[in-house]
């Protein structure tokens, strides 16, 4: 069984719609809406939290989602959308127009037209789009935000304000556009509402009285969607209504008058984008691996793996730094040898002449000399003690190179040795 998530983003509400997948190919569909009001309003804000009542198990699905898709309608919601779930994986966004088509298309309605006339009427405005079914191409579109759920909200308690014989007493202007959209979604499966607008009887209104109120908004849908048709480069075979708005008996009149095409409706018009969405979210590729952001522990163990193998190389050049200048008995030949430090693999190449090249004898095979009376001088611990002032040397003095990257030490030169001789009083 698979699952996925789609989710449309309006202005007012957000609706939710999980697709489920059963093992024989069965699916079903299940939606919530999540509506704004003023102290969550902003649309990232509404999308995340749709996003996470729905894949927490908190939603009316027990399945949970897969992959989730968000349908955007323009580059602002988009934006919006990507900042509010960039914490978020798998979350993909899609055209509110491919999302329609493809919840269109699994239905079957589309399969005898090639070019389609979907008119998308929601709380913040009219959409009307020619797209070819086939390809999912759209040739044209265009966008009345003054055709819309809200404005007839306004014309209806408008209307009510109106009616108002005691201004003293009347409620607010919010609480009489509330009950004048409930008064809307009820005369859309009734023939008459009654309102309680403040007065002392509530006012009782038929389906009628509501077309007579908003007549003027629905003569002005109707040119709307005439000129926008003109304009395609091809008129549509058909017409298909959705959206909020496309739950009012008057609405779909008006796309059907004097029209020569015929006009689909569909069960849940308002939730048609988020289930097409939902059906995309359920052909996307897997999510990619997860970002900094998704995965804040791993980045910090890779930041902890990085500085300790920092640490342990300090810890090596450090500890042969003090090696080299400390060396250990193995390391080193006994005092007045010409063996210094045991030399690493190094990129610096040795000097050209060195005392164990030198071509005379060196001290390195002779004898330790012998223990000095109480009598005599002691002499002080020096490789110079050992050998007499007429020992020939190198011409060149050879320096230590432990490692490339440490301070070279200079060998003691011939000018050193009289020195040495000169204070400790060997003559």
Do not use: W
Not at 215 to 226: E, V
Not at 273 to 297: C, E, H, Y
Not at 348 to 359: F, G, L, N, Q, Y
């Amino acid at each position: 069984m698979r699952s996925a998530l789609g989710i449309s983003a309006g202005s007012d509400v957000v609706c939710s719609a999980v697709v489920t997948v059963s093992d024989t190919g069965e699916q079903s569909f299940d939606y919530r809406v999540v509506s704004a009001d003023p102290a969550h309003s902003d649309l990232g804000d509404l999308v995340a939290s749709s996003i996470e009542l729905m894949t927490t198990g908190n939603g009316v699905s027990t399945a949970k989602p897969s992959a989730v898709a968000v349908a955007y309608r323009d580059k602002a919601q988009a934006e919006a959308i990507r900042a509010a779930t960039t914490r978020r994986r798998g979350v993909r966004l899609v055209t509110e127009a491919d999302a329609s088509l493809a919840y269109l298309r699994d239905t079957g309605l589309l399969a005898r037209y090639a070019t389609i006339g979907l008119i998308d009427m929601g709380a913040s405005g009219l959409t009307v789009t020619v797209a070819d079914t086939a390809t999912g191409e759209v040739l044209h579109s265009e966008r009345a935000t003054s055709l819309g759920g809200v404005v007839i909200d306004e014309l209806l308690c408008q209307h009510l304000i109106d009616l108002h014989s005691d201004r003293t007493t009347r409620p607010s202007r919010a609480t009489l556009t509330s009950r004048a959209r409930a008064a809307k979604e009820h005369l859309s499966i009734a023939p008459a509402v009654s309102i309680d607008h403040g007065g002392t009887m509530p006012l009782s209104m038929t389906r009628g009285d509501f077309d007579e109120i908003i007549g003027g908004l629905l003569r002005n849908i109707a040119r709307f969607i005439t000129a926008a048709f003109t304009h395609s480069p091809t008129y549509p075979d058909a017409i298909v209504v959705i959206g909020g708005c496309a739950n009012i008996p008057a609405v779909i009149d008006t796309v059907r008058f004097r029209r020569p095409i015929p006009v689909i409706t569909v069960d849940d018009p308002e939730a048609v984008i988020a289930k097409g969405a939902a059906l995309l979210a359920l052909d996307l590729p897997s999510a990619p691996a997860p970002t900094p952001q998704d995965a804040p522990n791993g980045t910090l163990a890779k930041a902890m793996g990085v500085l300790a193998g920092v640490t342990v190389v300090l810890g090596l050049i450090i500890g042969y730094g003090v090696q080299t200048v400390h060396p250990d008995n193995h390391d080193v030949s006994p005092a007045g040898t010409s063996s210094t430090v045991r030399q690493g693999i190094s990129p610096i190449p040795p000097p050209p002449t060195s005392v164990r090249e030198a071509p005379t004898p060196t001290l390195t095979n002779a004898p330790p000399p012998p223990p000095s009376s109480p009598d005599s001088p002691s002499a002080p611990p020096s490789s110079a003690s050992s050998a007499s002032p007429s020992a020939p040397v190198s011409a060149t003095a050879p320096t230590l190179r432990p490692d490339p990257n440490l301070p070279e030490i200079p060998y003691p030169s011939q000018s050193s040795f009289g020195q040495l001789d000169a204070g400790s009083g060997v003559r």
